[in-house]
């Protein structure tokens, strides 16, 4: 069974940083893609980054360019989000998400076939 699990949310100020980390364990095969998603209290969950198994080429929604990294530790089996420079507008659950064959976009839900429970970031002004 794959599982997913995300750590290191917490509560942070405006400018700060914060590292999220994405586990997996359970699978036999290779995902094409890992993706971070987040949800804000009322609005849908929407893209954040992505990144290729295969080749680590990275994907950024544009409102965390610049400011967001996405890196992959083949060794540890595991994702990790470098935030940086957080605004309050950052402030949602985050979600990690996998998808084990590429179909057609990193950007949508739909893309990925698993998903972590998730892990709450607060940023205070």
């Known amino acids: 069974q794959v599982q997913l699990v995300e750590s290191g949310g917490g509560l942070v100020q405006a400018g700060g940083s914060l590292r999220l980390s994405c586990a997996t364990s359970?699978?036999?095969?290779?995902?094409?893609?890992m993706g971070w998603f987040r949800q804000a209290p009322g609005k849908e969950r929407e893209f954040v980054s992505a990144?290729?198994?295969?080749?680590?080429?990275?994907y950024y929604a544009d409102s965390v360019k610049g400011r967001f990294t996405v890196s992959l530790d083949n060794a540890k089996n595991t994702v990790n989000l470098q935030m940086n420079t957080l605004k309050p507008e950052d402030t949602a659950v985050y979600y990690c998400a996998a998808a084990q064959y590429f179909r057609g976009s990193y950007y949508y839900t739909s893309s990925y076939d698993y998903w972590g429970q998730g892990t709450q970031v607060t940023v205070s002004a």
């Open positions: 359970g699978r036999t095969f290779n995902f094409h893609v």
């Open positions: 990144i290729r198994w295969s080749d680590s080429s990275t």
